[in-house]
C-alpha cells in the first residue's frame, strides 16, 4: 500500500482495473519508465482468477489456472515498479492535463489514464433468482463447485463460460443439465466437443428458466419450452448463471464516450473520446474477448499512454 506522500504525488499513468489488461498495460508503463500505479479494487486478475483452467492462452500447452497466470502477471508488472493498490475506482475526472481517480479512500493523479474495468456477470432477473443467490444460485463455479459435490445441478447459458465451467463443474456434481434458449450453442466448436462427450452433461434446448424455487435453498426450476411453451419442473439444487456479461463502467457515465450496451468506445490505438484517457480490455468495444486480446490491448494501450506523454514533454 502507498502511503499518504505518496498518493499525493503526480503519477505518470494510472491504470484503473487489474485483470490481464490492467496488468500487462503496468508491465509495459513500467518498462518505458513511467511512474505507474494500478488500483484494483476487487481481485487482482479480474474474472481471469475464476477460472479453473485456461487452455487458450499461449505458451501454457498444459494449461494453466487463472490464478497462477494472475500471480505471474502481477508478479512480472510489479518487477517493472508498477505499484499494485488495493482500491476500488468511484470516480474518474479525465478532463485537462491531469486526470483524478478517487477511490473510496483516496484521490489519486496522473498526467495519463488507462481504463481497463472489465465485465461482471449478467444476472437474469427472474423471480428468486437474488433470494437464492449464495444459496443455490450462483455466478461462479471454481468459488462454489464445491458445494454441489454428487448433487443435480443446472448451468444457463450457452456460449464459453457456460460451456467451460459445466465442464469445470463435472469434476464436481454428479448430473449437469445445460438450459440453453436455442438449440445451437454460441461456444467454441472445441468445448462444444467436450460437453457433448460427456456423459454426465445433458442438454435441454429451445428452453429458457423462468423461477427458481425452494425454501431455504434451491429445489427445483420451473422452465418453459420457447418453441411449444410447455412449461415444467426441474428438480436442482444448484443453479449456475452464464447468459453473458456487462461492462463495469457506471462509474465512466459522462467521462468517456460509452456505446449503447456501456462498452468504452476507442481508436486503434486504445485511446477513448479524451485526450490522454486510454482503454483495454473486455469493458472496452472490440471484437473479441479472450484474455490473448485483453493483453494486446494492455500493450497497445499503454504505448499509446507512453507517446502521448512524451508530445506533452515536447
Ligand atoms: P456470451 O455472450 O458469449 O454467451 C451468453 C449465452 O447466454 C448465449 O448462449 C446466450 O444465448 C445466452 N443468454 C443471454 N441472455 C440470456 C437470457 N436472458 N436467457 C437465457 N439465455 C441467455 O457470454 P459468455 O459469458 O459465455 O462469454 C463472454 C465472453 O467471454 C465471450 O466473448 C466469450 O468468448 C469469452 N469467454 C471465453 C472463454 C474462453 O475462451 N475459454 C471462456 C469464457 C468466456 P444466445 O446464444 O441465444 O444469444
Known amino acids: 500500500m502507498g502511503t499518504g506522500e505518496e498518493k499525493n504525488k503526480l503519477f505518470d499513468l494510472i491504470i484503473v482495473g487489474g485483470g490481464p489488461a490492467g496488468l500487462t498495460a503496468g508491465l509495459y508503463g513500467g518498462r518505458a519508465r513511467l511512474r505507474t500505479v494500478l488500483l484494483e479494487g476487487a481481485l487482482v486478475g479480474g474474472q481471469m482468477t475464476t477460472t479453473d483452467e485456461i487452455d487458450n492462452y499461449p505458451g501454457f500447452p498444459e494449461g494453466v489456472t487463472g490464478s497462477e497466470l494472475t500471480r505471474l502477471m502481477a ?114 466448436r472445441i468445448y462444444q466437443e467436450k460437453a457433448f462427450a460427456e456423459p454426465r452433461i445433458n442438454f435441454l434446448w429451445d428452453t429458457v428458466v423462468e423461477e427458481i424455487c425452494g425454501n431455504q435453498t434451491v429445489e427445483r426450476v420451473k422452465v418453459r419450452n420457447v418453441k411449444t411453451n410447455e412449461t415444467r419442473d426441474i ?72 507517446k502521448y506523454l512524451e508530445e506533452k514533454d515536447k
Open 75 to 188: 508478479e512480472q508488472a510489479r518487477s517493472f515498479d508498477c505499484e499494485i493498490i488495493s482500491e476500488m475506482a468511484i470516480e474518474v475526472e479525465a478532463e485537462g492535463e491531469t486526470k483524478t481517480v478517487r477511490t473510496g479512500q483516496s484521490r489519486y493523479q496522473g498526467r495519463a489514464l488507462i481504463l481497463c474495468p472489465g465485465t461482471e456477470y449478467r444476472k437474469m432477473g427472474i423471480p428468486g433468482e437474488k433470494e437464492f443467490t449464495g444459496r443455490g444460485v450462483s455466478y461462479c463455479a471454481t468459488c462454489d463447485a464445491a458445494f454441489f459435490k454428487d448433487r443435480k445441478i443446472v448451468v444457463v447459458g450457452g456460449g464459453d463460460s457456460a460451456l467451460t465451467e459445466a465442464l469445470f463443474l463435472r469434476k464436481f456434481a454428479g448430473e449437469i443439465t445445460i438450459i440453453h434458449r436455442r438449440d445451437t450453442l454460441r461456444a467454441e
Open 235 to 306: 428438480q436442482t439444487e444448484g443453479v449456475f448463471m452464464f447468459i453473458g456479461v456487462i461492462p463495469k463502467t457506471g462509474f465512466l457515465n459522462g467521462v468517456v464516450e460509452l456505446d449503447e450496451w456501456g462498452y468504452i468506445v476507442t481508436n486503434d490505438s486504445c485511446r477513448t473520446s479524451v485526450e490522454g484517457v486510454f482503454a483495454a480490455g473486455d469493458a472496452r468495444k472490440s471484437f473479441l474477448k479472450q484474455i490473448a486480446t485483453a493483453v494486446g490491448d494492455g500493450a497497445t494501450a499503454a504505448f499509446a499512454a507512453e
